[in-house]
């Protein structure tokens, strides 16, 4: 984590004209109560990503006013069997819609459709039938900070292949990340 951390930073850094912020994340895979069947919710999670500004004060009917940012992500689920450790990293470019409400107390919300990519087919007692995924993302936090440049934001997190092939057990976690907006 602390490399994958260190070298976010150093590449925004270098190339801070081509990202607006980064994040962080922890959180929990989750049972089988949503769209997964199967569960994850002995895994631990840890991620990081870096956000670009795509459009900014889009509007849409019926959708209001919104930004749209595209989102380089990755993810570690770990679980601890006995002594041998599973691991999945999951890779994902979204773009997310991101809508702020300020009357709600800075209100934030989120949704994210895209691609991700999963080092394995096969975790703890999920089974996909292809590395290549959908990546989906729905999120509700704040923003503060002097300029509001800091954001909170509980996720519910999916990849799943949509029911392109078989099998389509899916991957859900929640993850609580916190974002600097540069």
Same mark, same amino acid.
């Given at each position: ?44 999670? $840890? ?26 992500? %990755? ?15 999951? %890779?994902?470019? $979204?773009?997310?819609?991101? %809508? ?83």
């Amino acid at each position: 984590m602390r490399l994958v951390l260190t070298l976010m930073i150093l590449l925004s850094s270098v190339f801070s004209h081509a990202a607006d912020g980064l994040f962080v994340s922890v959180g929990s895979g989750m049972g089988d109560a949503l769209i997964q069947s199967g569960s994850t919710s002995s895994a631990s999670v $840890k991620g990081a990503g870096i956000r670009q500004l795509g459009f900014e004060g889009v509007e849409f009917p019926h959708l209001g006013e919104f930004d749209v940012t595209w989102d380089l992500e %990755w993810y570690q689920l770990q679980h601890q069997q006995q002594s041998t450790p599973q691991t999945l990293t999951i %890779w994902a470019v $979204k773009p997310t819609l991101l %809508w702020s409400w300020p009357e709600i107390g800075n209100t934030v919300t989120e949704f994210g459709l895209g691609v991700g990519h999963l080092s394995s087919t096969e975790y703890l007692m999920i089974q996909t039938s292809s590395h290549l995924q959908f990546a989906i993302h729905l999120g509700v936090g704040w923003q503060f900070g002097e300029a509001e440049q800091w954001r909170t934001i509980l996720r519910y997190n999916h990849y799943s292949n949509g029911y392109l092939d078989q099998p389509n057990p899916g991957v859900d976690f929640m993850s609580l990340s916190l974002y600097y907006q540069f």
